[in-house]
């Protein structure tokens, strides 16, 4: 079994107390496994060492930043196959998807940071007699949240913005998934980045995650989870004057036109609906089919999902790994009755799959199809986080953009369709941070990200991420 370690203060350690907890292979069901169960003493070790450094990280020129990130950089592309490995084996993605997206996507995080600390840049507004200015300062220390759906690409896309804007950092990685957060610790150490900057506490949400976020130290907190977490978080830190970006659940909707190229977005579609099983906040779980293709677009929907090889995520062949553990398993499978008792009728998949062999004791789901259910029952309304998604159908422009609409959730939508004023019209009334338009999952990380209504609130990306870590103050001069 893996001993994973905290980072504090520029020291791989375990838990003050000495406890631990363990995590599983989701592929196996056998223990991975063990993480420090940090409590409050922990974090405010880590505090203290982030705040400690930070008077010295925060007045270090940009390029001394943008320097020690790119090394570590470096090093995340150096060890890619053993992050990768560590990735796949923790969560129960395939391998492949952690060897081409995941660490890729967490380098590029680091490296996108790096320039952009030494391209951040500030307004100035200068009429005769009078400069005006706005200086933006780091926060101090932060705390950045992860989950553990994309453990090291999410946790990276918080603490490289956090460390180029010159704030020191706490992490807390999801305890379902800590094996990568604990190698980044390892290549923070090698790349020398100076003792404090970048701490790491592993533990449970409702202890280390809890003291972390009301540590009177900690001047923002940038979370990624589930919307009822987030929802504690804002309560918890209510009237402490931290500032918060908060990035939560999802309930996606994927329109397809009729006058949509049918053959590209096939495989788009399903690739959007059950990519890590599911389990990526962007997915598409509610696909609206316009009423004309609907017999036609459906049929091959099922045959392309019915393709999909659920299997070993350490094996080539495998599109679809094992859901990360046992309770979720347990949650997606009781979505699935509950769609049936719905009166939902499953076109492909509604069932747990056997994996034999190593395999056998692990949490796999067939990538499920369902369809005959009306927008707002709870299958339609509520995040399911795997590989389920319904099939719905629409009239007209206007009728999809209501039953994409109508949920409480707002992160993401992706759109099909060849008409270029259609996709720009829908784009401009869908309630959500982020449109694909005939695409999905593609980024440029200059561009803002994030959700509206219960999705969340504060954008990550950018300039805009850069932003949140700082404080702009207005500096008048007049001469
Ligand atoms: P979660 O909310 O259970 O946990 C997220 C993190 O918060 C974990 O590190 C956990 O330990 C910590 N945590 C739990 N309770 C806490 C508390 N009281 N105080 C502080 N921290 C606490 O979410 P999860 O199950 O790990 O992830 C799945 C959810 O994340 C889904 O809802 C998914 O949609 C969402 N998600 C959103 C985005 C996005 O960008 N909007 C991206 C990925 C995942």
């Known amino acids: 079994m893996e001993r994973l370690h905290n980072l504090i203060g520029g020291q791989l350690v375990p838990a003050h107390s000495g406890r631990t907890l363990t995590t599983p292979e989701p592929a196996t069901g056998l223990p991975l496994a063990t993480l420090p169960d940090s409590d409050a003493v922990d974090v405010a070790a880590a505090v203290a060492a982030a705040k400690a450094a930070f008077g010295a990280w925060s007045t270090a020129p940009a390029e001394t930043r943008a320097r020690y990130l790119r090394r570590l950089a470096a090093l995340v592309e150096r060890d890619l196959e053993p992050l990768a490995l560590a990735e796949s084996r923790d969560s129960g993605k395939p391998l492949q998807l952690a060897r081409t997206v995941d660490i890729p996507r967490a380098r590029h995080n680091l490296e996108f940071f790096a320039d952009a600390a030494t391209q951040f840049a500030s307004e100035s507004h200068s009429v005769p007699g009078q400069v005006n200015y706005t200086l ?33 950092v706490v992490a807390k990685p999801s305890e379902v998934t800590p094996w990568t957060a604990h190698l980044l610790g390892q290549l923070a150490v090698e790349a020398g980045l100076p003792p404090g900057v970048l701490n790491i506490v592993h533990g449970a949400g409702d202890t280390a995650g809890a003291a972390l976020v009301s540590h009177p130290d900690i001047k923002a907190v940038s979370f990624t989870g589930s919307t009822r977490v987030g929802a504690g978080i804002a309560a918890a830190t209510a009237g402490t004057w931290k500032k918060l970006s908060l990035e939560l659940g999802g309930k996606n909707a994927t329109i397809v036109f ?18 890590n099983q599911g389990q990526i906040c962007l997915c598409g779980s509610r696909i609206l089919v316009q009423s004309s293709i609907y017999a036609e677009f459906r049929a091959r ?44 009728n499953v076109l492909t998949g509604g069932a747990a799959v056997q994996v ?21 029952c709870a299958t339609n309304q509520e995040e399911i ?25 707002g992160l993401a939508a992706n ?42 609130v504060g954008r990550e990306g950018g300039w805009e ?7 702009a103050k207005s500096v008048t001069l007049t001469y």
């Not at 389920?388 to 109508?406: G, R, S, Y």
Request: include cysteine; aromatic fraction near 8%; charged fraction near 20%.
């Open 136 to 168: 933006r300062q780091p926060l101090g220390p932060v705390a950045c949240i992860a989950p553990w759906n994309l453990p090291l690409y999410l946790l990276t896309w918080k603490l490289a913005p956090a460390l180029a804007a010159g704030c020191t």
């Open 258 to 275: 009729a006058d949509a190229d049918l053959d590209v977005a096939v495989n788009e579609v399903v690739r959007a609906a059950f990519a």
């Open 301 to 344: 929907l099922v045959a392309r999902t019915r393709a999909l090889r659920v299997g070993d995520p350490l094996e080539a062949g495998s599109d679809l790994g094992a859901l990360v553990s046992a309770a979720h398993f347990a949650k997606v499978v009781a979505c699935i009755d509950r769609a049936r008792a719905e009166g939902g």
């Open 356 to 376: 034999p062999g190593r395999c056998e004791g692990g949490w796999f789901v067939a990538p499920t199809l369902i369809d005959g259910l009306g927008p707002n």
């Open 385 to 409: 986080f795997g590989p389920v998604a319904t099939l719905l159908p629409f009239d007209d422009e206007a009728d999809a953009i209501a039953q994409a609409n109508c949920t409480p959730y």
């Open 415 to 456: 759109v099909w369709t060849r008409d270029i004023g259609r996709a720009h019209r829908v784009a401009e009334r869908l309630q959500v941070g982020i449109v694909w338009l005939n695409c999905w999952m593609v980024r440029d990380l200059r561009t803002p990200f994030g959700g509206v209504k219960a999705s969340g």
């Open 465 to 471: 991420a850069m932003r949140f870590f700082t404080d």
